[in-house]
């Protein structure tokens, strides 16, 4: 269990030690649910502490890139085994720093435990190829080697699936790291990060700096230490980022935002589709970057799926994550119920028709809360700000279609493209809709949720550049290969002239 009831100090770990920070000041992080409640508090770092970090990840990072493998594989498997044993309180830190649904954080452990053990496993696979030389008596080969030390910059919304994602491969790749979570969210940071010291990771190989992203991030940045960057958050931040790794020639991988879309056509199951979208829209509040913010439905289904709709978001019961009778909870900060209350102002300005909800609520158990009302705006312009902006948020945008084609049109009218979805029983517009909605994920039949962590995940366009995280992709950012010719002959022998 977590206890808050009296909200402990919680500190960096750099080279192996929990210390506080160089400035002696630290934050505090409250319940979104009841804000008056704090969770903990924080270090506020400052970019002296992000250096220590490197000076610590650098000094540990030949050790750790010579350990076999599997060895490091045996280190993950039992991080695994304590988080399995932690797994409820991680749930319970996730929902009382970030406000989702226990049930929904319950499933972010689970995954963030299936990342550990796949990772683990491929420490007996991080294979290279043998290929024949053209060259007689010369082996040629390619193996894998480490970047060397690696900065993970996370975002609030997964404070610990997403860490884990990346942390995971980049271990078991022979990295050794500096990770700075999101300041909102640096509870299952702390956790996140004993469960591997007590696993027995060397000191130094996975150090924690928490503290503002413009200082503490951008430090990791600059460092020529740090060979790379894996970050995920906001398009803004995240194209900055790739800009300047890019000009340091750092490899960098970045997932940003997302306007994911459900295309529901007139030969859809509602039975699937209803659900689908109302759990894509408005689970976990709809603060997940794969959340369901346009649904595009074909005119012969719309009128049916639209009374669906509004019935089965009104059955909704929102409340304190910590009920597991709530289907919605607060809005993770303030900052965010400010940015979705001032986007239900534009679309309404706009010449949206609001159909559904579109209040913050603040009476009775809602009083200390984030809360808002899951909204469904309709007659929505693709040239609307609320159609192509990401809000992250309980709102969905609805938009009628002509046909499948007017349908793709409008899903690729937007800057973005991480996932999309289509609800249909037919093979040939199932297969059209694949090969030309410009997301990195499609789905069909299904929200436009999630992902599996044996396969690849990412976006197009605004939603990601560089190599997809997960699946074997994910363990291809985290290494460099090297390519080796073997002379074994004899003596000297004719070389090709060719570079
Ligand atoms: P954010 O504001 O961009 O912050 C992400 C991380 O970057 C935080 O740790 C932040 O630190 C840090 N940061 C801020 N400024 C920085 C700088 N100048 N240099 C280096 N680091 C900096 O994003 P967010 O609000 O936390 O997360 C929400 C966004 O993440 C949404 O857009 C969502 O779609 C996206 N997301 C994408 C995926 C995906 O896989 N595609 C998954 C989840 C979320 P501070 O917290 O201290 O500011």
């Not at 230490?225 to 490899?251: H, P, Q």
């Not at 879309?261 to 030969?267: C, F, G, Q, S, T």
């Not at 689970?283 to 794969?290: L, N, Y």
């Not at 609307?384 to 349908?407: C, H, W």
Request: aromatic share 8%.
């Amino acid at each position: 269990m977590t206890d808050i009831s009296s909200p402990k100090t919680h500190q960096n770990f750099i080279g192996g030690k929990w210390q506080d920070s160089v400035s002696g000041q630290t934050y505090p992080v409250a319940n979104p649910a009841h804000t008056s409640q704090v969770v903990g508090h924080f270090q506020s770092s400052l970019p002296q502490d992000a250096e220590n970090a490197v000076h610590a990840a650098h000094s540990a990072s030949k050790e750790w890139a010579n350990m076999p493998a599997p060895q490091r594989g045996a280190i993950l498997y039992k991080a695994l085994d304590i988080m399995e044993r932690r797994a409820q309180e991680m749930a319970e830190s996730i929902t009382i720093e970030e406000g989702k649904p226990i049930a929904d954080a319950m499933g972010e452990v689970k995954r963030a435990m299936n990342i550990i053990e796949y990772a683990a496993g491929e420490g007996r696979r991080l294979f290279g190829y043998t290929t024949p030389s053209e060259l007689p008596d010369t082996i040629a080969y390619t193996m894998k080697r480490p970047i060397g030390v690696v900065a993970l910059i996370t975002p609030w919304n997964f404070p610990l699936a997403i860490p884990a994602w990346k942390l995971a491969p980049c271990l078991i790749s022979g990295n050794t790291v500096i990770y700075k979570p999101a300041s909102a969210t640096p509870l299952s940071a702390v956790k996140l990060v004993e469960i591997f010291e007590e696993a027995g990771l060397p000191a130094g190989v996975l150090n924690l700096v928490t503290g503002p992203g413009g200082s503490v991030g951008n430090t990791l940045i600059e460092d020529p230490r740090v060979g790379g960057i894996s970050f995920t958050g906001s398009t803004e931040i995240g194209t900055a980022i790739t800009a300047r790794a890019s000009e340091l020639l750092k490899k960098v991988q970045c997932e940003m935002g997302g306007k994911n879309a459900a295309i529901i056509l007139n030969d859809a199951d509602l039975d699937k589709a209803v659900p689908g979208v109302v759990g894509g829209a408005f689970g976990s509040t709809g603060q997940r970057c794969t959340a369901t913010s346009r649904a595009i439905v074909e005119e012969g289904i719309y009128d049916d799926f639209m009374s669906s709709l509004v019935e089965q978001t009104a059955a909704l019961t929102i409340g304190d994550g910590m009920n597991e009778s709530k289907d919605l909870a607060p809005l993770s900060s303030k900052n965010q119920l400010d940015t979705v209350l001032e986007y239900i102002g534009i679309g309404t300005e706009e010449g949206a028709r609001l159909t559904f909800g579109g209040h913050q609520l603040q009476d009775g158990e809602f009083a200390d809360g984030y809360y808002v009302e899951p909204t469904i705006f309709e007659d929505v312009k693709t040239d609307m700000r609320i159609a192509q902006e990401e809000i992250f948020g309980p709102v969905l945008s609805v938009f009628r279609a002509s046909d499948l084609e007017d349908a793709i049109r409008i899903n690729n009218a937007v800057e973005f493209g991480l996932s999309s979805s289509v609800y249909t029983r037919d093979l040939v517009q199932a297969h059209e809709y694949i090969n030309t909605a410009h997301t990195g994920m499609v789905h069909v039949n299904a929200p436009t949720l999630g992902g599996e962590v044996h396969l690849p995940f990412g976006g197009l366009g605004a939603s990601g550049t560089g190599q997809r995280e997960q699946g074997t992709e994910g363990f291809e950012f985290f290494s460099e290969t090297v390519t080796v010719y073997i002379d074994h002959s004899a003596g000297a022998k004719e070389r090709s002239r060719f570079i």
